[in-house]
T-cell receptor
């Protein structure tokens, strides 16, 4: 149980275009999902907290107009990187809050590798 | 806000030896500390976690200890195997938010 998927797994786009990444909880409902960015050989940096039916909460320094988050259902959150630039190239990972042993914990998706040319 | 430091950044051990990774956190309100293992290009996998109401937890070859007073927690892997080679991240969760603040990671290499 507690499987989280992401789509696409890999995307290459031209500078200036927008890219949408989907995060799905496959076998459980997640009212809360999280979006992280991970640069090569670095840690996971929390970008925003996505709550179903409400606006996302962004971490300091993350531009909400550039990284649009929509959590329209209990199993789906999307991250849209708008007007992508080469510096946005990174590994984007989502997680969904689910139950483990009666307590909530984060389950991670497989990540999406974004390359902006 | 919460800040998590992790040491060492790289660790090489001989197969069968033990490995210890240490983390410190700054926010005394943090009450949940998970450890994740991430293989190259893959998702982080939860390997063990500990809550602030206990001082130690063990799961086969993996154990975690927590010192709330000193605000540090450690991961212990015994009888290491080559398949333990990966990057390990500690995290601290801020009370009530379920947000995880991750440490900088430790690249563990187990030499056969």
């Amino acid at each position: 149980g507690a499987v989280v998927s992401q789509h696409p797994s890999r995307v290459i786009c031209k500078s200036g275009t927008s890219v949408k990444i989907e995060c799905r909880s496959l076998d459980f409902q997640a009212t809360t999902m999280f979006w992280y960015r991970q640069f090569p050989k670095q840690s996971l940096m929390l970008m925003a907290t996505s709550n179903e039916g409400s606006k996302a909460t962004y971490e300091q320094g993350v531009e909400k107009d550039k990284f649009l988050i929509n959590h329209a259902s209990l199993t789906l959150s999307t991250l849209t990187v708008t007007s992508a630039h080469p510096e946005d190239s990174s590994f984007y990972i989502c997680s969904a809050l689910g139950l483990a042993g009666g307590r909530e914990t984060q389950y991670f998706g497989p990540g999406t590798r974004l390359l902006v040319l | 806000g919460e800040n998590v430091e992790q040491h060492p950044s790289t660790l090489s051990v001989q197969e069968g030896d033990s490995a210890v990774i240490k983390c410190t956190y700054s926010d005394s309100a943090s009450n949940y500390f998970p450890w994740y293992k991430q293989e190259l290009g893959k998702r982080p996998q939860l390997i063990i976690d500990i809550r602030s109401n206990v001082g130690e937890k063990k799961d086969q070859r993996i154990a975690v200890t927590l010192n709330k007073t000193a605000k540090h927690f450690s991961l212990h892997i015994t009888e290491t195997q080559p398949e333990d080679s990966a990057v390990y991240f500690c995290a601290a969760s801020i009370t009530g938010t379920y947000k995880y603040i991750f440490g900088t990671g430790t690249r563990l290499k187990v030499l056969a």
